[in-house]
């Protein structure tokens, strides 16, 4: 599987943005994907996650302003990011996997990484 991230930009605070995630090759429906961030200097950190059929979505953020989604028949995962900060400024990645034995929010689970795609957010 690769995987093809798109949609960051410069946005606002408050504003909106919408990621996505454009996978190739077979079996998209096998994986359940996630995002994750990696802000300047810092390390790699979950973001969002959803399985295999959209029934069960985690996240990182108890204000949910993220959603993640995906749409199968397009291999598409998606992470529609609502009321910015700068704080979220980030890469963001979106990553595939088949097994979490440490949970959809362990990127140990994650086979398959995009290349990035980055998100700033200005005060």
């Known amino acids: 599987v690769q995987l093809q991230a798109s949609g960051g930009g410069l946005v606002q605070a408050g504003g909106s943005l919408r990621l996505s995630c454009l996978a190739s090759?077979?079996?998209?429906?096998?994986?359940?994907m996630g995002w994750f961030r990696r802000a300047p200097g810092k390390e790699r950190v979950f973001v969002a996650a959803?399985?295999?059929?959209?029934?069960?979505t985690e996240y990182a953020d108890p204000a949910k302003r993220f959603t993640i989604s995906r749409d199968n028949a397009k291999k598409t995962v998606y992470l529609q990011m609502n009321n910015l900060k700068p704080e979220d400024t980030a890469v963001y990645y979106c990553?595939?996997?088949?097994?979490?034995?440490?949970?959809?929010?362990?990127?140990?689970?994650?086979?398959?990484w995009g290349q990035g795609t980055l998100v700033t957010v200005s005060s």
């Open positions: 959803i399985d295999w059929n959209g029934r069960v």
């Open positions: 990553a595939a996997g088949k097994f979490a034995p440490d949970g959809l929010n362990s990127d140990r689970g994650y086979d398959y």
């Open positions: 090759g077979s079996g998209f429906s096998d994986y359940f």
